[in-house]
Structure formats: structure tokens, C-alpha cells
């Protein structure tokens, strides 16, 4: 196991850069697969493979203040819905680089782009993918290229160069999930997130959205279809006529606990999955006539209740896990993002963050920064000890207690 990284030590380092990098292209080998599992770190908001946007963790108490914004001359994008918190340094995802900032002051400390070796000279990469972190190593694909960065030294421990733009990359256990073009065709390949050797390749373009014990659910990137893997082979092990819209943008829209697969589908409603067969359970309409990818779920397992935020409806709603409504609370300029911490749903709106009471829906605060700067369609809210981490736009922002 790593040391864990300290703020010494991510100052102390020298600055990040190619030199030393390796080109793999996916090659068969690597460690022994490690399945699935709830990770022990809050590293992201779904950082947990299950992609539940929960934690025990409860956020700011009482009502809530912003302690520092920033504003990033880098301009985001909308589908990294996500930032990262390691120790005390935020991992930001920007329109061609990965930004850190001090999470205590907002201060930047430094960032990382690459540059492909047949790029012209001060050509930019597209960053297409949130930063995914195990054990002091962050994993990010930029355009055709799967990145390993080590934060401790800013140097690559490995990369993999693919035919395409890689549509997803999703690190679930040891394993790291990519989807793009490989040797010609559409592939869903597992990489050894140590080597960065292949595990297997499934010819498809599945995009992967959440993982659990001896399962990993996919959708097709075109169809939708939800789908159940074996994580160690990448065989089937079950479709559902269930799917999703845009499987590549909906890691908001899929959740694993227990042994139900909660789906938001293509047509806008709530259904929840057998975990072992893929079979419906129960559905709830979604009240809209189409749907815009905007909703998103969080699930708190201990309490067995589901958090639905739809947008373009303007409701939050809590469910049991049987999909009995608690309660549903009116709230205008929602936009994309939900999280739950002990006691307290926070969700993203168009001018800030909202934090309601997690057993009734009753309003707990609201804040918003003073840069709004562009519209954005807002972010996971990233709950970690007694702060939340949010965007807005181009501004990153720590909520705390007033």
C-alpha cells in the first residue's frame, strides 16, 4: 500500500510532463482481477463503484456559507461531472488539462496537460474524461490516450494509445474500463490499472456505469441497452429490456445496491433491476415526456432510500427501496447533480447549491458564488467531513458551516 499523499508531500514534487511515459497499446497480462468493491476513500463524489453519491459523511452543519471560490480561466466541460479530493488538494478536470487547488484556500497549486508526441508544437489535448484515483495514482484519458499520472512525482507511470477518442473510462476495483476504437473496431476493454496491461476486450461500444460484487453494468452506446458483465471475463451475464439515453453522459443514471440496478431509461423513468438477472422489478413514471439526461439518483444504502432529481420537471423526490414514495418537494433551476450525506441531499441548481433535509425534502440552506460566469449544467456536489465541493460554470467553490 502507497503512503498517503500529504500536502508536503504534493507540493514538494517537480512539475508533471511526458518524460518517462510509456506506450503500451493494450497488451494481454497484467495482476490478478480485484473485484469490484466499496472503496474506503471519498475520493469523488461517485467514486464508490456502485456509483451511489453517498456517504456518512454530513456536510456542513447548520446553514451553510461559501468559504472560497475560484474562477478558472480554463473553461470546463460538461462531461467531466465531477472533481476530485485527495487529502487536501482538489483534482479538477478543465477543457485541456487537470487543474489542483489547496481545498482549504482554493489556491492553485499545479496542472498537468499532455501533449501527444505527433502534435505540433503548443497543440492542445482535449481532456475527455473526471479524474479517477487509486492509491496515489490519477487516471485520465486525454483524446486517443489513457493516462496513469503518479501525483507524488507528476510523471506517467504508464499510457495506452488507442485508434479514437476514448468514449468513457471508469476504474472499478484494480480494473479500468475503456471504451474506443481498438485494432480497427468498436471495443470495450479492461486494463490492469497497476500495468496498464489487457485484461480482456469485449467487441462493443459499451459504455461502463457502475460495478459491484461479481458484476458490472454496461449500456450501448447507440442502443442503450442495459446490460450485466462478468468483471473478470467481460462475458454476459444478463440484457435487460431496460435503456438509458446517451450511455456515455449517464453515470448519473445507474446505481447498484444490494441486489437491485436502479435505471433511469431512455424515456425518463424510475426502474429498479434483479441485480442477478436483470429482470424489472418495479417502474415509476417519470411524469415528462422525453428525457434530457439532466436527472440524476443518489442512493443511501444504510437508510435503503433513493434520491431523484429531475430538472426538466423541477422535483427532487425520496423513494424506499421498493420504490413507495416518501416524499417529492417542488424546487425551480434545478440542473444536473445529487449527492447525499448523513442527514442532507445537496443538489445542484443554476445559481449555486441547495441542501435539503435528507427525511423530508424541507429546505435546509441554498448558497451561490458571486463569479457565476457561464451557464453550466451543474456537477455532482462533493461531500467530504464538514465541506461540500461544487461548480458552478467556471467556478469551484468549498461550502461550509456558517
Known amino acids: 500500500m502507497r503512503p498517503p499523499l500529504t500536502r508536503r ?8 510532463s511526458l518524460l518517462g511515459g510509456y506506450l503500451l497499446g493494450p497488451r494481454a497480462g497484467g495482476s490478478d482481477h480485484v473485484d469490484p468493491t466499496v472503496d474506503g476513500e471519498w475520493l469523488h463524489p461517485r467514486a464508490d463503484s456502485r456509483n ?7 456536510g456542513p452543519g447548520g446553514d451553510g456559507r461559501i468559504e472560497w471560490e475560484q474562477t478558472l480561466e480554463a473553461r470546463r466541460r460538461y462531461e467531466h461531472a465531477g472533481f476530485a479530493l485527495v487529502d487536501d488538494t482538489l483534482l479538477v478536470p478543465t477543457h485541456h488539462s487537470l487543474r489542483t487547488l489547496d481545498a482549504e484556500t482554493g489556491t492553485t497549486r499545479w496542472q498537468y496537460a499532455y501533449q501527444r508526441p505527433s502534435a505540433r508544437h503548443n497543440e492542445q489535448t482535449q481532456l475527455d474524461s473526471e479524474p479517477q484515483v487509486r492509491d496515489g495514482v490519477v487516471y485520465l484519458v486525454f483524446q486517443t490516450t489513457v493516462c496513469a499520472l503518479d501525483l507524488e512525482t507528476r510523471r506517467l507511470r504508464w499510457r495506452c494509445d488507442l485508434n479514437s477518442s476514448a468514449d468513457g473510462c471508469w476504474l472499478f476495483g484494480t480494473t479500468l474500463y475503456v471504451t474506443a476504437r481498438v485494432d480497427s473496431e468498436y471495443r470495450l ?13 469485449r467487441t462493443a461500444r459499451d459504455s461502463v456505469l457502475a460495478a459491484g460484487s461479481g458484476l458490472v453494468v454496461v449500456a450501448d452506446y447507440d442502443a442503450g441497452r442495459v446490460t450485466g458483465l462478468v468483471p473478470e471475463t467481460g462475458t454476459e451475464r444478463w440484457v ?17 445496491v444490494d441486489d437491485y440496478v436502479f435505471v433511469i431509461t431512455a424515456d425518463g423513468d424510475l426502474t429498479a433491476l434483479e441485480a442477478a438477472t436483470g429482470d424489472r422489478r418495479w417502474t415509476i413514471s417519470g411524469g415528462t415526456d422525453e428525457h434530457t439526461m439532466m436527472d440524476t439518483l443518489a442512493v443511501d444504502p ?3 432510500a433513493v434520491y431523484w432529481s429531475q430538472p426538466d420537471k423541477g422535483t427532487i423526490a425520496q423513494f424506499d427501496i421498493m420504490g413507495e414514495l416518501v416524499w417529492e418537494t417542488d424546487r425551480n433551476s434545478l440542473e444536473f447533480g445529487i449527492s447525499v450525506g448523513n442527514g442532507t441531499v445537496y443538489a445542484s441548481t443554476a445559481n449555486g447549491l441547495l441542501a435539503l433535509e435528507a427525511d423530508t425534502g424541507d429546505e435546509r440552506f441554498r448558497v451561490s458564488p458571486v463569479s457565476v460566469g457561464d451557464s453550466s449544467p451543474g456537477c455532482t ?6 465541506q461540500v465541493y461544487h461548480c458552478l460554470g467556471e467556478t ?3 461550502v461550509g458551516s456558517r
Open 396 to 398: 469551484i467553490y468549498e
Open 52 to 58: 451511489v453519491a453517498s456517504t456518512a459523511d454530513p
Open 189 to 201: 476493454v479492461a486494463l490492469d490499472a497497476e500495468t496498464g496491461l489487457e485484461r480482456w476486450r
Open 240 to 256: 435487460s429490456d431496460t435503456a438509458v439515453s446517451a450511455s456515455s453522459l449517464s453515470r448519473g443514471e445507474v446505481v447498484i
Open 302 to 304: 444504510s437508510a435503503r
Open 9 to 16: 508531500r504534493l507540493l514538494g514534487v517537480a512539475g508533471g
Open 381 to 386: 456536489p462533493l461531500i467530504a467531513g464538514n
